[in-house]
């Protein structure tokens, strides 16, 4: 029996809901068109989203990859939420499972099992959200600990729907077309770093799974398709790291600009990176230049 109750279970419900109901909202835009306004609500909501999700869910809430006042955290988690993929519990306790069982029977989102191949790969684009996987066994104790992230979490929903009626508000069914499409555009881009980035690209780093370093997943995921680097180094505020020629390289990351971005205001601090120690130490390849001594001997990639 899960350790919560059937309300919480019917609010995770919403998830998909809305998620499907987005899908047939986007073809609004086709009767309304796009204005030029419109195309920048989509690429607004888009980019604000999905930096609360990368940043804050992901690199701060569950990896704990910097600190940030917790009020970053609350309306961090509050935007994050607006982008219709659950509240901050269920997300963190589904990514926690993630890692813990990657690409394992207990993952509840690889493109390799429970099936391979396009089945796989649909599957991980946002299938198993329509199971039973969408029901953590246990949630995260310090997400539940928390009140203003508990009422986020069960109320996950709010947020978006308050989006809904700010861009009906702003643009009538034209904003409303578009922010159904952003949401669409998003979730998919989100699901790309659980099914792409663990099937196609290169793998500079030694893990136990399929994880991928996938550029164009990077892209549009703000960075979070350097998704070889990020199991490698789970804890790493940056993931635009690869390996080239035996010498460290990066990559461009919008979430760890982003995160910059906070430092040099004030708001995020102590910001954990691997050492090129480190990440030569894991490089798949080896072919380690002669430079890889004074390297090793302490150089830090903490900037
Ligand atoms: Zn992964
Ligand atoms: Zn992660």
Redesign the pocket.
Same mark, same amino acid.
Request: with cysteine.
């Given at each position: 029996m899960r350790p919560y109750s059937s309300l919480t279970m019917a609010s995770y419900v919403i998830c998909p809901t809305q998620i499907i109901v987005s899908h047939f909202g986007s073809l609004l835009v086709l009767m309304t068109g796009l204005s030029w306004g419109a195309v920048g609500w989509i690429i607004l909501l888009y980019t604000i989203r999905g930096l609360a999700t990368t940043s804050i869910y992901?690199r701060l809430l569950?990896?704990k990859s910097y600190k940030a006042p917790v009020l970053v955290l609350w309306v961090g988690s509050i935007v994050a939420a607006a982008a219709g993929q659950l509240g901050p519990s269920c997300w963190k306790a589904h990514?926690v499972n993630? &890692?813990q069982h990657v690409d394992g029977e207990l993952d509840p989102h690889s493109p390799h099992t429970p099936a391979q191949g396009i089945r796989g790969f649909l599957w991980a684009q946002g299938g198993w959200l329509l199971t039973s996987r969408l029901f953590p066994d246990k949630l995260p104790r310090d997400v539940e600990s928390d009140v203003a992230l508990k009422l986020i979490d069960r109320f996950h929903f709010i947020p978006l729907i308050a989006l809904a009626l700010l861009s009906y508000a702003l643009g009538g069914a034209e904003y409303l077309g578009a922010f159904f499409l952003s949401t669409t555009l998003l979730f998919h881009t989100t699901q790309a770093v659980n099914s792409l980035s663990h099937i196609v690209g290169n793998q500079p780093f030694i893990t136990d799974d399929q994880s991928r370093n996938n550029g164009f997943v990077a892209f549009l995921a703000l960075g979070e398709g350097w998704h070889n680097l &990020?199991h490698a180094f789970?804890l790493s505020s940056r993931h635009g790291i690869t390996i080239r020629a035996g010498q460290v390289a990066y990559l461009p990351d919008a979430t760890f600009s982003f995160i910059k971005l906070l430092e040099s205001l004030g708001l995020a601090s102590k910001l954990r990176v691997p050492t090129e120690a480190d990440l030569l130490g894991r490089a798949r390849n080896g072919n380690l230049q002669p430079s890889w001594l004074s390297v090793a001997a302490g150089t830090s990639a903490n900037s």
């Amino acid at each position: 029996m899960r350790p919560y109750s059937s309300l919480t279970m019917a609010s995770y419900v919403i998830c998909p809901t809305q998620i499907i109901v987005s899908h047939f909202g986007s073809l609004l835009v086709l009767m309304t068109g796009l204005s030029w306004g419109a195309v920048g609500w989509i690429i607004l909501l888009y980019t604000i989203r999905g930096l609360a999700t990368t940043s804050i869910y992901h690199r701060l809430l569950t990896h704990k990859s910097y600190k940030a006042p917790v009020l970053v955290l609350w309306v961090g988690s509050i935007v994050a939420a607006a982008a219709g993929q659950l509240g901050p519990s269920c997300w963190k306790a589904h990514h926690v499972n993630h &890692h813990q069982h990657v690409d394992g029977e207990l993952d509840p989102h690889s493109p390799h099992t429970p099936a391979q191949g396009i089945r796989g790969f649909l599957w991980a684009q946002g299938g198993w959200l329509l199971t039973s996987r969408l029901f953590p066994d246990k949630l995260p104790r310090d997400v539940e600990s928390d009140v203003a992230l508990k009422l986020i979490d069960r109320f996950h929903f709010i947020p978006l729907i308050a989006l809904a009626l700010l861009s009906y508000a702003l643009g009538g069914a034209e904003y409303l077309g578009a922010f159904f499409l952003s949401t669409t555009l998003l979730f998919h881009t989100t699901q790309a770093v659980n099914s792409l980035s663990h099937i196609v690209g290169n793998q500079p780093f030694i893990t136990d799974d399929q994880s991928r370093n996938n550029g164009f997943v990077a892209f549009l995921a703000l960075g979070e398709g350097w998704h070889n680097l &990020h199991h490698a180094f789970p804890l790493s505020s940056r993931h635009g790291i690869t390996i080239r020629a035996g010498q460290v390289a990066y990559l461009p990351d919008a979430t760890f600009s982003f995160i910059k971005l906070l430092e040099s205001l004030g708001l995020a601090s102590k910001l954990r990176v691997p050492t090129e120690a480190d990440l030569l130490g894991r490089a798949r390849n080896g072919n380690l230049q002669p430079s890889w001594l004074s390297v090793a001997a302490g150089t830090s990639a903490n900037s």
